[in-house]
């Protein structure tokens, strides 16, 4: 089976503190990832660097078979222009803890307001896969509202719809539901794992074990910058090999 995303001994330093060390992952194609750890343990420099919001230091990422942010030049990687960047990050969907909608445009504006900018759709075609996007995760009756007048767990679903309205060969969630009032959680929970159930690549990083046992092909566990862990929930999660693992999930648990 194809990978969907390759990473391939992934290594970055901010000055002398190394936060990602030696990491490797592969998502094939229609899979979930589910990565947990400690905070501060490299998660979202992990999810960064996938889409090269962060530059590596060694190692390489590919999404599609394609390497992103750089090019191999007599055997050497050396960084692409931006331009390219920006195209490969649109192959990339990306939902952040904090939703990042654009203030001063409605629900449906953001979702069609990438693939209107970048040519992929006419704005109609736009607006109009827009609605049935707002549509499918619940928010037919929210189109014109400005992201001040939604809930946090209403605005998370719009910043899903967003992410997949550039068609993109992967979805990267950083802790999705942690900016949300407890009972705002389970919408949120329900829209990731109809995406995960209609076969859409997703990588998520999670503090919710459950939904990580659930939702998750692969459960990978990250602490000081390494892969301590990773295998199916039933293993990871239920029969954790490696100490620092099951320390991990007895203190979140
Ligand atoms: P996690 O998402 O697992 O909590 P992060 O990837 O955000 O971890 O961070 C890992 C480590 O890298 C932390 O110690 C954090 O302080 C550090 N770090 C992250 N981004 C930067 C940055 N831009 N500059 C310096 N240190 C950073
Ligand atoms: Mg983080």
Redesign the pocket.
Known sequence: MSAAVEVVRASKS??D?R?LDDVSLSVPAGRVVAII??????????L?AVNHL?ELDGGHVEVGGELVGVRRHRGVLREVAEPVVLRQRRRIGFVFQSFNLFGHLTALENVAAAPAATGLLSRAEARQRAAALLARVGLAAHTGAYPRQLSGGQAQRVAIARALAMDPEVILF??PTSALDPELVGEVLEVIRDLAASGTTLVI?THEIAFAREVADTVVF?DA?RVVESGPPSAVLDAPQHPRTRDFLRRVR
Request: charged share 30%; no cysteine; net charge neutral.
């Open positions: 901010f000055g503190r936060v750890g400690p905070s501060g343990s490299g998660k979202s420099t992990l960064r962060e950083d802790e990083v990250l910058g």
